[in-house]
């Protein structure tokens, strides 16, 4: 049986109530090279993304996920994107907003819980992520969690006047 509660945190779908949340992340500019904005979102348009959230993975394609600590709170956001059930693989990003939220286990969490889904329950062969090489601590995440470095995306990210590469993982289900 699927369980997407943790020991610290579990994950639950997005709901009309996390609009601020999503509002604040989406519009915060110092993730904007890893999720690749270019431009703020208006809440209308954040709106109008949770009114279509309600569809299945298998139409959307994608998934995304809030992170919430024991007693409910957001703390970030776990996507599932690029779904390709008949080449049975899908791709990763994963964020806990606030700094003083970070380095305590809850991408570590986050992570095992939404593998286990992606393996046991929409029986997928694969998951990748790409991550910056100069995120030194998502790096150290995802090689802890056995996803495995297949390429180097050189000069993939232009941000601040400067190229940055990018690591391809996978994590194969075997």
């Known amino acids: 049986m699927l369980n997407l509660k943790g020991e610290h945190i579990y994950l639950r779908a997005i709901e009309p109530k996390d609009i601020d949340f999503l509002y604040e992340l989406e519009n915060d500019t110092n993730i904007w090279e890893i ?12 709106e109008l993304y949770l009114q279509n959230s309600y569809k299945d993975i298998y139409e959307a394609k994608q998934l995304r996920l809030c992170i919430c600590n024991a007693t409910g709170k957001v703390i970030g ?3 599932l ?11 990763l990003g994963v964020i806990v907003s606030k ?15 939404i593998c286990d889904y992606v393996f046991n329950v929409l029986n997928l062969h694969q998951v990748y992520a790409n991550v910056l090489e100069s995120n030194s601590a998502s790096v150290h995440l995802f090689e802890k969690l056995d996803f495995k470095a297949v390429g180097i995306k050189r000069d993939w990210i232009f941000s601040k006047g400067v190229f940055l ?3 391809l993982y996978q994590k194969i289900n075997n």
């Open 99 to 113: 700094k003083e939220d970070r380095n305590k286990g809850i991408g570590t969490e986050a992570l095992c819980l």
């Open 35 to 46: 999720s690749g904005t270019v431009a703020p979102y208006s809440k209308h348009i954040l």
């Open 165 to 167: 590469n990018e690591i």
């Open 81 to 91: 994107f690029n779904f390709d059930p008949v080449n049975k693989k899908v791709g």
């Open 77 to 79: 956001l776990i996507d």
